[in-house]
């Protein structure tokens, strides 16, 4: 009977241990099972994703290390752009600094869904263009943990017959776990043409 007791004591340290630790940004171990939508996901674009995108591959920070060294994927940031806060006088610079992925090209809120038909297209036209009109050039996507965003830009990819997408759900944060992050500008065709409409 003491030894049931000291394993049922055991098993419930542990579990406590586990519910104070800090959450993992692997959605594999979300405590919520997200279905996988059909299409692009229009909901809130902040909160649990699904483990899977079907078309794509759902890689961790291993994975995206040996893609990194075996392969030169385009990299996709579509992390929103920094808003300038509330009374932040209007005569000084607001020049908030972006962090990513060295080499990545960031496209803000390049997953917003919906996402409008013109906006839609200059994405679409701008990934053509990165990967030089290979569709079974390795793509990655990313913004930050628990994001739709980047689970949408992925998908459109692969909606679009882009055959080796790689959606890395730990984002910009899973990354400078292991390694640094650069300051990165914004695409500047992207912002040229899609201007504030693609920050909202």
């Known amino acids: 009977m ?21 959450a993992s940004t692997n959605p594999a171990d979300s405590p919520v099972n997200v279905p996988e939508p059909e299409g692009i996901w229009t909901g809130p674009q902040r909160g649990y994703t ?10 961790d920070i291993d994975a995206l290390d040996a893609l990194m060294a075996r392969d030169a994927p385009v990299l996709l940031d579509v992390s929103l752009a920094d808003r300038r806060p509330a009374g932040f006088p209007a005569d000084r610079p607001w020049l908030p600094a972006h962090r990513s992925l060295p080499g990545a090209v ?14 839609e297209a200059l994405f679409l036209k701008r990934v053509e263009a990165l990967t030089g009109g290979d569709k079974g050039r390795a793509v990655v996507v990313f913004c ?5 965003g980047s689970w949408n830009a992925a998908k459109r990819l692969v909606l679009q017959g882009y055959t080796r997408v790689n ?12 390694h640094p992050t650069t300051v ?3 695409d500047t065709a992207w912002t040229a043409r899609a201007g504030s409409e693609a920050r909202r």
């Open 106 to 119: 960031w496209m803000a809120n390049a997953g917003a869904a919906p996402l409008d038909p013109a906006h």
């Open 50 to 59: 699904p483990a899977t995108l079907s078309g794509a591959h759902v890689i």
């Open 167 to 178: 959606w890395f759900p730990e984002g910009i944060e899973g990354w400078q776990e292991r």
């Open 184 to 186: 990165i500008p914004e």
């Open 2 to 22: 003491q030894r049931l007791a000291r394993i049922a004591a055991a098993g419930l340290a542990a579990l406590l241990l586990g519910a104070a630790s800090p």
């Open 144 to 148: 930050h943990p628990e994001c739709w």
